[in-house]
């Protein structure tokens, strides 16, 4: 941390968010003061954030150089998350401000929601679930795909890439991983070129945070440098997908199917979808047999809002030591 620190008993820290109460109790018991506004406004939180040292948030408004400038004693913004989009970092860290975030505590969480989602997709079980409750036994219209065999493409190799990459030990599959890291591979993926990937991939699993490089990645040109038809899983950030060219390799047959946790249409705060009418192509993907969906729930299981908590406590605890 770039700013010279008071003791931790002076240290004001303002909850923006509810969280697991192990990240109030235990930041209490280090000595630290906690504060909680879970209801003000963004701008009601700036007319008062000059008197807090640390921020802890989810993903309630954005951080951004107009909040910044208000908050003339922060020193660090925790979000309790993965990833930091919501935050003007560059502007934070130019300001000598900490950012802290906590992608091991749900990596695991995404891991095992990206292997459900690809095997409720090879198998059917959505679609079979729903015909058996509409009294239809349809045997041969579910036949499904076996994972064994299969080459599956990660894009993104970080935290939740590995997780992912590590719940597919027990298949007899290749896993290749594209990053645009060097040297980031391991036991359970190779890393190589996006062309490699593209030429190979049965299964292309998206874990990359949303970013300039990945805003709008997944579109018509890229799904159509693939060699083959593949079933795409997205558990990252919903705007890194143009949902109508989606829609429309649905439609060809070039993507066989998809899991998708995260939507283009979500806001920011990732609690809610677009208001007003639908469009087109998502009412699509709600009609669609060969697509799941969930709402941003990869990382949100009763483990994680745990292990999340604990990591931001540690990580706040070891920045003023």
């Known amino acids: 941390?770039?700013?010279?620190?008071?003791?931790?008993?002076?240290?004001?820290?303002?909850?923006?968010?509810?969280?697991?109460?192990?990240?109030?109790?235990?930041?209490?018991?280090?000595?630290?003061?906690?504060?909680?506004?879970?209801?003000?406004?963004?701008?009601?939180?700036?007319?008062?954030?000059?008197?807090?040292?640390?921020?802890?948030?989810?993903?309630?408004?954005?951080?951004?150089?107009?909040?910044?400038?208000?908050?003339?004693?922060?020193?660090?913004?925790?979000?309790?998350?993965?990833?930091?989009?919501?935050?003007?970092?560059?502007?934070?860290?130019?300001?000598?401000?900490a950012l802290i975030a906590a992608p091991e505590g749900n990596r695991n969480a995404v891991g095992e929601h990206a292997l459900g989602m690809l095997l409720s997709l090879f198998n059917q079980l959505n679609k079979a679930d729903k015909e058996v409750r509409q009294g239809h036994w349809n045997r041969e219209s579910n036949r499904g795909h076996e994972l064994d065999g299969k080459t599956v493409g990660i894009i993104g190799y970080g935290n939740m890439g590995k997780s992912f990459a590590k719940k597919l030990r027990g298949f007899d599959v290749e896993v290749l991983c594209y990053d645009i890291l060097n040297n980031v591979s391991d036991a359970n993926a190779k890393q190589v070129a996006l062309t490699e990937l593209q030429q190979k991939a049965d299964v292309v699993s998206l874990h990359t945070p949303w970013t300039p490089l990945t805003d709008k990645m997944i579109n018509t040109d890229f799904i159509n440098a693939f060699a083959k038809p593949f079933w795409l899983l997205n558990t990252a950030r919903g705007k890194s997908v143009v949902t109508a060219d989606l829609v429309g390799a649905l439609q060809s047959g070039k993507i066989l199917g998809a899991g998708l946790d995260v939507l283009e249409y979500e806001k920011l705060s990732f609690e809610h979808l677009f208001e007003g009418e639908k469009p087109e192509a998502f009412d699509y993907l709600l009609n669609a047999d060969n697509v799941v969906l969930t709402p941003h729930i990869a990382g949100w299981t009763m483990e994680s809002k745990e292990k999340l908590a604990q990591v931001i406590v540690d990580k706040i605890v070891a920045l003023y030591r």
Not at 41 to 61: C, L, M, N, P, W
Not at 71 to 96: M, N, P
Request: proline fraction near 1%; aromatic fraction near 10%.
């Open 1 to 97: 941390m770039n700013k010279e620190i008071q003791s931790v008993s002076q240290t004001k820290i303002l909850h923006i968010d509810s969280n697991h109460p192990l990240l109030w109790n235990q930041l209490e018991q280090a000595g630290f003061q906690n504060f909680d506004d879970f209801k003000s406004t963004k701008e009601e939180v700036e007319a008062k954030i000059q008197d807090y040292h640390g921020i802890v948030i989810r993903s309630r408004f954005k951080i951004d150089k107009t909040f910044l400038d208000k908050a003339t004693s922060l020193q660090f913004i925790a979000r309790v998350g993965a990833g930091l989009e919501s935050i003007d970092c560059d502007y934070a860290e130019s300001k000598g401000v």
